[in-house]
């Protein structure tokens, strides 16, 4: 069983720079693919950055550029580096771990795909 802690989140202005960090334990946390979700007011929870066993990256369209996903494996840490934040950036963000049973460590986008969540830190983007 993994359990997963996000840190980081707050209050931060627009344009500014926030770092998340996914603290994993219980598993063998190297041979897992983590993401990173979030989910704003009224609406469904969305993909936002993956990164597999071996370090390949994904990001959705609207973070590209601005988002930057790693892992530190000796630390069992997962970080979304945050920058040049918008208002649409406002949600909760989840930290996510898949399992390398039939994914190979490999990333999804699919919120179905992942089976350990964290509970999430709440990231504010204000004007």
């Known amino acids: 069983q993994v359990q997963l802690v996000e840190s980081g989140g707050g209050l931060v202005q627009a344009g500014g720079s926030l770092r998340l960090y996914c603290a994993a334990s219980g598993g063998t946390y190297s041979t897992y693919a983590m993401g990173w979700f979030r989910q704003s007011p009224g609406k469904e929870r969305e993909f936002v950055a993956a990164i597999s066993r071996s370090g390949s990256t994904d990001y959705t369209d609207s973070v590209k550029g601005r988002f930057t996903i790693s892992r530190d494996n000796a630390k069992n840490t997962v970080i979304l580096q945050m920058n040049n934040l918008k208002l649409e950036d406002t949600a909760v963000y989840y930290c996510?771990?898949?399992?390398?049973?039939?994914?190979?460590?490999?990333?999804?986008?699919?919120?179905?795909?992942?089976?350990?969540w964290g509970q999430g830190t709440q990231v504010t983007v204000s004007s």
């Open positions: 996510a771990a898949r399992s390398p049973f039939r994914s190979s460590g490999s990333t999804s986008r699919f919120q179905y795909d992942y089976a350990y």
